[in-house]
Nanobody, 116 residues
Framework: QVQLVESGGGLVQPGGSLRLSCAASGFTFRTYFMNWHRQAPGKERELVASISSADGSTDYADSVKGRFTISRDKADNTVYLRMNSLKPEDTAVYYC?????????WGRGTQVTVSS
């Protein structure tokens, strides 16, 4: 069974940095996307960043472009989200997602709070 476990969330001051990790296990898929989504209270869940297993290409939401970086350690089956210059509006629960044709898997999420 596919398991996605996020970690690295916490409280950080505005302008600070944080790195989230997603440990993935239980799959042998060759082609898929690993994504980070986030959801703030009262708001819709949004796609933050995506990375393709096929060619390593990445994509980012406009709101985080230039500040966040998604990467993958293929040997360790871990996906990371490096977040710099954090803003209060980045406060949300961040979810790791594995997406392939016909299937989507989610982690439980990790809370990121940006506040003084």
């Amino acid at each position: 069974q596919v398991q996605l476990v996020e970690s690295g969330g916490g409280l950080v001051q505005p302008g600070g940095s944080l790195r989230l990790s997603c440990a993935a296990s239980g799959f042998t898929f060759r082609t898929y996307f690993m994504n980070w989504h986030r959801q703030a209270p009262g708001k819709e869940r949004e796609l933050v960043a995506s990375i393709s297993s096929a060619d390593g290409s990445t994509d980012y939401a406009d709101s985080v472009k230039g500040r966040f970086t998604i990467s993958r350690d293929k040997a360790d089956n871990t996906v990371y989200l490096r977040m710099n210059s954090l803003k209060p509006e980045d406060t949300a629960v961040y979810y790791c997602n594995l997406l392939r044709r016909g299937q989507s898997y989610w982690g439980r999420g990790t809370q990121v709070t940006v506040s003084s």
